[in-house]
């Protein structure tokens, strides 16, 4: 069964840049797409982007401008950075795997979320 | 492209509830439904719109047509009260309903 784990600071300061890293274990990340997804406290998702083994990559419009992720096969992890962080950004970031393909495709396992606060 | 969810559902113990996503032809593609108890993780529940995971209930069925998907949960259980959340893929990009907070009572 897979497992997914994010790691990172926890604390970030406005206009810096939020770092985190999600270790896979149980599988391996040369499968399968893996996505970051966001939870502002008390609200919604948001998926952020996700990316391939290949480097093939994929980033929500709204966000694209500050995100980039990417990945370490041979960490089996990987990992974002999203620059330029205001409060808006505080949020419960998740890690997760998507199966299936295109419009078929759904998330099948999480993290347990890594909660991001951006303060002075 | 947006999915609009009710904020909020009721049922009583051991009847039926029913969760719904309006979007501009949601019938033409899937619709999953994730389950995110208090201080938890999201949950898969209902996949390509009426699939369910390995260990999901039988009660929990998903349907969807025209402008809108729905989540039927059957039998409810207090221990299914929780934030249900409808996704979809518009062009190549995940979309999330806005959730629906549903109180058994």
């Known amino acids: 069964q897979v497992h997914l784990q994010e790691s990172g600071p926890r604390l970030v300061r406005p206009s810096e840049t939020l770092s985190l890293t999600c270790s896979v274990s149980?599988?391996?990340?040369?499968?399968?797409?893996w996505n970051w997804i966001r939870q502002p406290p008390g609200k919604g998702l948001e998926w952020i982007a996700y990316i391939y083994s290949t480097g093939t990559t994929n980033y929500n419009p709204s966000l694209k401008s500050r995100v980039t992720i990417s990945i370490a096969t041979s960490r089996n992890q990987f990992s974002l950075r999203l620059k330029s962080v205001t409060a808006a950004d505080t949020a419960l970031y998740y890690c997760a795997r998507s199966l299936g393909s295109g419009w078929t495709s759904y998330f099948d396992s999480w993290g347990q979320g890594a909660l991001v606060t951006v303060s002075s | 492209y947006e999915l609009t969810q009710p904020p909020s559902v009721s049922v009583s113990p051991g009847q039926t509830a029913s969760i719904t996503c309006s979007g501009n032809k949601l019938g033409d593609r899937y619709t999953c439904w994730y389950q995110q108890k208090s201080g938890q993780s999201p949950v898969l529940v209902i996949y390509e719109d009426n699939r369910r995971p390995s260990g999901i209930p039988e009660r929990f069925s998903g349907s969807s047509s025209g402008n809108t998907a729905t989540l039927t949960i059957s039998g409810t259980q207090t221990l299914d009260e929780a934030d249900y959340f409808c996704q979809a893929w518009d062009s190549s990009f995940v979309i999330f309903g806005g959730g629906t907070k549903l109180t058994v009572l």
């Open positions: 149980g599988d391996s990340v040369g499968s399968y797409y």
